[in-house]
């Protein structure tokens, strides 16, 4: 191999170390400064588009900074205390439902479970007692990996006005950077990178503005029909099962399970209302997957949900807050790269 292309490697080797080192050494305090250029990176297409419309560049992330933080906090003032009624009534309404489930619910587990041999039966108990312990231990851990990660060493107060701030001065500085990240890049390869970064650039954000889209949209409809479905507290199932369809499997999981349970416990067995209740969520599974996805995430993004649940899990388990806010761009990189690396590996007399 000759000495050049040693050199390079080692050169990108050390520089990843260093970046990797830097994340890890600052992680308590990047919370606030990654969410901002997560805002940035997010709302920068809108600045563009004023910019070239005659309006400054200070203006316009200006507006849409501002905006973007208007729409948040509205919609927070609007449905934070419905969701915190709803929230404090279903926790006062669980030793009823609990109740409910023991007397409706029961005899005929009991019944089912009588078909079996007893040594079946233990096995059947030990095993949903050793899986829903590891359940809610990996969100215990999940959780607590969140928090202690990020959030414990900023204050909220910090969070509040780092954020906005640094999302400011990105947006308006967009170009600078760009221009100077563009003039680092080796001449020598520098076609092949920007080529690289491209790719990136469209999946990371093909992935991060159209599923926020789809969340917002499946959002609205869970909670609309899981309410006008009568189903008590089914406004807030709605809203948390859209938010968490960014991570995929987790929000559609989520909706089902707790619906279902609710749509029992309230409807007394009533086989026609919970039917519609699980329509609910037929309907917006098959309205994401088969409309919002292919429409506004789209094919070409090449991130399998299966990535972007590791790279998520991952993340929270290595550096908590901080890897929530990386995880997706990380995965969306190793992807491209991967995938520019096969293509080579296709082309090389290796492969031939």
């Given amino acids: 191999?000759?000495?050049?292309?040693?050199?390079?490697?080692?050169?990108?080797?050390?520089?990843?170390?260093?970046?990797?080192?830097?994340?890890?050494?600052?992680?308590?305090?990047?919370?606030?400064?990654?969410?901002?250029?997560?805002?940035?990176?997010?709302?920068?297409?809108?600045?563009?588009?004023?910019?070239?419309?005659?309006?400054?560049?200070?203006?316009?992330?200006?507006?849409?900074?501002s905006g973007f933080i208007f729409i948040v906090v509205a919609i927070v003032l609007l449905l934070w205390p419905l969701l915190n009624s709803q929230?404090?009534?279903?926790?006062?309404?669980?030793?009823?439902?609990?109740?409910?489930?023991?007397?409706?619910?029961l005899p005929w587990a009991q019944d089912w479970?009588?078909?079996?041999?007893?040594?079946?039966?233990?096995?059947?108990?030990?095993?949903?007692?050793?899986?829903?312990?590891?359940a809610m231990g990996w969100i215990s851990d999940t959780i607590k990996n969140i928090v202690s990660g990020g959030f414990a060493f900023i204050d909220a107060l910090a969070l509040s006005i780092l954020m906005p701030?640094?999302?400011?001065?990105?947006?308006?500085?967009?170009?600078?950077?760009?221009?100077?990240v563009d003039r680092l890049i080796p001449r020598r390869h520098y076609a092949v990178i920007r080529e690289q970064m491209a790719?990136?650039?469209?999946?990371?954000?093909?992935?991060?503005?159209?599923?926020a889209i789809v969340c917002l949209i499946l959002g609205f409809i869970y909670s609309t029909g899981l309410a006008l479905n009568g189903l008590k507290y089914g406004f807030t199932v709605g809203i948390i099962a859209g938010v968490l369809t960014i991570i995929p499997y987790v929000g559609t999981v989520f909706g089902w399970a707790t619906s279902l349970i609710l749509a029992c416990?309230?409807?007394?067995?009533?086989?026609?209302?919970?039917?519609?209740?699980?329509?609910v969520f037929v309907v917006g599974h098959f309205f994401e997957a088969y409309v919002l996805t292919p429409r506004l995430v789209g094919h070409r993004v090449g991130l399998h949900p299966i990535w972007i649940l590791f790279a998520l899990i991952a993340g929270v388990k290595l550096m908590g807050f901080i890897g929530v806010l990386i995880a997706v761009p990380t995965a969306?990189?190793?992807?491209?790269?991967?995938?520019f690396a096969v293509r080579q590996y296709q082309?090389?007399?290796?492969y031939k």
Wanted: glycine share 6%; aromatic share 12%; charged share 20%.
């Fill in 347 to 350: 082309d090389s007399t290796l």
């Fill in 87 to 105: 929230v404090g009534a279903l926790v006062n309404s669980l030793p009823e439902y609990i109740t409910k489930i023991r007397f409706h619910y």
């Fill in 113 to 134: 479970l009588a078909r079996f041999s007893p040594d079946d039966v233990e096995k059947i108990r030990d095993a949903a007692t050793q899986s829903s312990g590891d």
């Fill in 199 to 211: 790719a990136i650039d469209e999946t990371l954000s093909g992935f991060m503005r159209g599923q």
């Fill in 1 to 65: 191999m000759p000495t050049s292309t040693n050199f390079a490697l080692r050169f990108w080797l050390l520089t990843l170390a260093a970046f990797i080192g830097i994340l890890w050494l600052f992680k308590p305090v990047l919370a606030p400064f990654l969410a901002g250029i997560a805002i940035a990176y997010f709302l920068e297409p809108v600045v563009t588009y004023l910019e070239k419309r005659k309006v400054p560049r200070w203006a316009g992330a200006l507006i849409v900074l």
């Fill in 265 to 279: 416990v309230q409807f007394d067995g009533d086989l026609l209302r919970i039917s519609m209740v699980v329509a």
């Fill in 165 to 180: 701030v640094t999302a400011f001065h990105v947006l308006r500085d967009w170009g600078k950077l760009t221009k100077t």
């Fill in 332 to 339: 969306a990189v190793i992807g491209v790269l991967v995938r």
